[in-house]
Every structure is written in C-alpha cells, then in structure tokens.
C-alpha cells in the first residue's frame, strides 16, 4: 500500500482570498530565487489506516509524518503508524526522499525513492521507485516496485486531483491502478480503488470525510478491504 507518503493527494489548504497550491503535495514548491529550506510535520488520527483501497489497520490510528524540503528541489521525510498484518500488531516506517522540479507556473516533475519496513513481518517489507508530474493541481505519478509487500513486481498509477467549493471547503479526489506481474502468479490480477473526500481547515487542523472502494482487493487473507466510509483529523506544525 501507498501510505501517502510523499506524493500525498493534492489538497487545498483553504486561506481566503486565494488558495494555496497543493499543501500536502511533495512539499511547498517556490520560485528558485525565493524558494527556502523547511521542515514540516503532521500528526494525523484517522477512523482505520487504510490505503490502496486496503485496511493496514481497522481501528482508530495515530499516524506521524515529517518531511524536509531544501531550497534547490530536494526532499527527505519519514512516516510511522500502526498497524495489524496478518492478524499481528506491528509498526509501519517509511523512509522517503526524491527531488521536485519546478518547469513552468503549472507544471513541476518529480522523482524518488521510499523504503517500507514492518517491525514484526519484515517478509512484508518493500521498496518503491517513483516518478510523476503535477499540472495545475493535478497529479499523475506511477510508482513500481521490484518486491511489493514481498511479493513479485508491481506497477501503481496514482492519480488525484482536488477542487474547492467554497473558501472553507474542497473536494479531493483520487484514482489508483495497480498492476501485478507474472511472478505472482496465475491468479494475479490488477487492483483498482477509488476515493472522494470533502476537507475543511480548522486553523492548523484538517478535518476530512471521505467515501472509497476496492476492486480486486491485492492483500487477501493478509488484510481486509477498506471501509467504505472514512474520516480523520490532521494536526499541521
């Protein structure tokens, strides 16, 4: 699964009169002349740690995330979670760092590398390359892995884009492929899911709701589908 980790759906951080671009989305990207170093982090709460369409964990989770962005493109980050894999509770850590190029006022590249380790499944460990474009608030990344989960290879397009409907509210949404090759055997087949969430700021909180659903389910017998409907709360520093 994809934890949102660097490459996060492009949500609107709401700040009237104007939007700023793409908040959780690799970072914040600057003019070259302007552009400062930063770190940031979040603390999240989410109703079940689910992703890809996957429940990693069925219960509440609180979920870290910190990233470092330098001045020239290039980013370092981490995450840590709960969760429940083959009924055992375990830790998740990420590891994450890439570089983002800015092209035009629109249109910024990127590309990177993250590592997923489990505290007590370390079969399920696995390594992603990533590469994808951000145009405009949108966002199309492809993500392949030599060992998913442990597993063979696979291939993930991520797609997301997200629209305001007001100056307190925006709507998210996300679209994912993934496609599993011969090595993992005849009854391999591509994963698809699908979310649409409303968020709103609350100062330094996001609160969002969202609604999503799995074709295919990837994991079978080692976690269960993701709940239909999900809600959770960020704390921003």
Not at 42 to 69: F, I, K, M, W
Not at 179 to 190: K, S, T
Not at 191 to 202: C, I, P, S
């Amino acid at each position: 699964m994809y934890p949102d980790r660097h490459c996060r759906q492009p949500n609107y951080r709401l700040a009237p009169p104007a939007l700023a671009a793409l908040a959780l989305l690799c970072g914040a990207f600057s003019n070259p002349g302007t552009a400062r170093a930063q770190t940031s982090a979040n603390l999240t709460l989410q109703s079940e740690y689910s992703a890809r369409g996957v429940a990693l964990d069925t219960r509440p989770t609180l979920q870290l995330r910190v990233v470092h962005d330098t001045a020239d493109g290039w980013y370092a980050g981490g995450f840590a979670s709960p969760v429940r894999l083959d009924d055992r509770s375990q830790a998740q850590l990420v590891a994450y760092g890439g570089r983002a190029q800015r092209l035009s006022s629109t249109l910024t590249v990127d590309a990177g590398i993250s590592r997923s380790v489990f505290s007590r499944a370390g079969t399920f460990d696995y390594t992603e390359l990533y590469a994808g474009v951000v145009l405009a608030g949108a966002s199309a990344r492809l993500l392949y892995s030599p060992h998913y989960y442990g597993e063979g290879r696979t291939v993930y397009l991520d797609l997301n884009t997200a629209y305001p409907l007001g100056e307190k509210v925006s709507l998210s949404l996300h679209a994912g492929l993934l496609h599993p090759f011969d090595e993992h055997g005849e009854a391999a087949r591509n994963a698809g899911d699908v979310r649409v969430a409303l968020a709103t700021d609350v100062g330094d909180y996001r609160l969002q709701v969202g609604w999503q659903r799995k074709w295919h389910p990837y994991l079978q017998g080692v976690a269960p589908v993701a709940r239909a409907l999900t809600a959770s709360a960020s704390r921003y520093f």
